[in-house]
């Protein structure tokens, strides 16, 4: 049974929903398996797996400008490896885009390969003025996600939530 | 062939679809034939245009999209071919411009000048339809047969590295987008 939670996903995911996500762009990892496999098996859901997350900025961009609301789902590295796409694409021409992100490399963190990128993730998002606000506990998951999409379409700008180890992983620390 | 030439031949055919391009000398040169509200430039965020029109056409699959891409652009996202063939979507013509180079920033040679061939890359990611044409004649035909396909098509279309003596329009980049996107949604 994997430690990441099933609970906790499902509540993430159902927040999505109620804010008429239509479609996920997502690179697996391992916190997101959850929420991968439930747009997987959601009908009402386009799922789109990516080859390297950036895609999903253009993905979420055309999605956009036709009328569907859709959020991307990766670790931090993959929202460093997008970078280019959120600044030429997303902000350059203010395309909302709302970012789930894994915060690996926090305090409790065993991969020793996760350790950088948890260093540098939300000083990159001050950097880029991206707003940000982190889901740690599950009875702020459904207004945090609803106030983020909502600033995402009035400010036509990405926005971030960073997931962290306290609300996906339920091993004992 | 140019690509003006090639743009030119297949303009009437753009007028009533949705269409993407890159930046650079495919946006200048379209603009140039005539821009309408139903085009996109995508002037920056090389390799993400073909990632814009996946997007569109899962949103719209019953729209024709049109993506005008370029080597350097395709060549900055490849792992963009496999997400476009694992979706496939059937509403999507990807035409390639391949003209050897980074026009734009000097004329520097790209990977396909020795060789690499993004066709045969299209075809091996899993795009289902693919061609490689050099003329005008050739060109027409693989985007009438692609149109006619109802199916995702890789056209990669070698053309000369000329290009206008210009690249910023009198188009504002947000003008555009909120022009497309009103088009896109009504």
């Keep these: 049974m994997s430690p990441v939670s099933t609970i ?20 697996p990892e391992t916190w997101l398996v959850h929420l991968i496999r439930m747009a997987e098996d959601d009908p009402d859901m386009t799922l789109v797996r990516l080859a390297k997350e950036e895609e999903g900025v253009g993905i979420s961009a055309g999605a956009h400008l036709a009328g569907v609301k859709s959020a ?20 350059l021409y203010r395309i909302p885009l709302l970012m789930l992100i894994s915060y690996r490399g926090e305090f409790g ?40 999409q909502t600033l995402a379409l009035s400010s036509n700008k990405p926005v971030a939530l960073l997931l962290r180890r306290d609300l996906m992983w339920e091993e004992a620390p | 062939m140019t690509r003006l030439d090639a743009l030119r ?33 995508l002037q920056h965020a090389m ?33 963009g071919l496999t997400t476009l063939a694992r979706y496939r979507p059937r509403n999507l013509t990807h035409v390639v411009f391949d003209n050897e180079s ?24 899993g795009v289902p339809r693919t061609a490689r044409v050099a003329t005008i004649d050739a060109f027409t035909q693989a985007f009438d047969e692609a149109i006619a396909a109802k199916d995702l098509t890789t056209i990669v279309a070698k053309v000369e590295a000329v290009g206008p003596s210009a690249y910023v329009t009198d188009l504002s980049l947000l003008e555009n987008r909120f022009q497309f996107q009103r088009y896109l949604r009504s």
């Excluded at chain 2, 753009?14 to 391009?21: C, E, K, M, P, S």
């Design chain 2, 9 to 41: 031949a297949i303009y009437l055919q753009l007028a009533d679809r949705i269409v993407v391009t890159i930046m650079g000398a495919v946006a200048a040169e379209l603009q140039s034939i005539g821009h309408r509200p139903n085009f996109f430039y």
């Design chain 1, 109 to 148: 963190e065993r991969d020793p390969w996760q350790t950088e990128g948890g260093g540098v993730t939300e000083d990159l998002l001050h950097a880029l003025r991206i707003p940000s606000s982190c889901l740690d506990r599950p009875d702020h998951v459904a207004v945090r996600i609803a106030k983020a």
């Design chain 2, 102 to 125: 980074l026009l734009s920033v000097g004329g520097f040679p790209t990977a396909t000048s020795t060789g690499s061939d993004l066709a045969g890359i299209a075809a091996a990611a």
């Design chain 1, 72 to 91: 991307m789902l990766m670790q931090n590295h993959g929202f460093l490896a997008s970078i280019n796409g959120i600044v030429s694409c997303a902000q």
């Design chain 2, 47 to 79: 390799g993400l245009a073909s990632s814009m029109g996946l997007g569109i056409a899962l949103a719209k699959p019953h729209r024709q999209v049109i993506v005008l891409d370029g080597d350097g652009s395709v060549l900055m996202n490849l792992g």
């Design chain 1, 8 to 27: 906790n996903s499902r509540a993430i995911y159902d927040a999505l929903k109620a804010c008429g996500i239509r479609l996920i762009s997502a690179l």
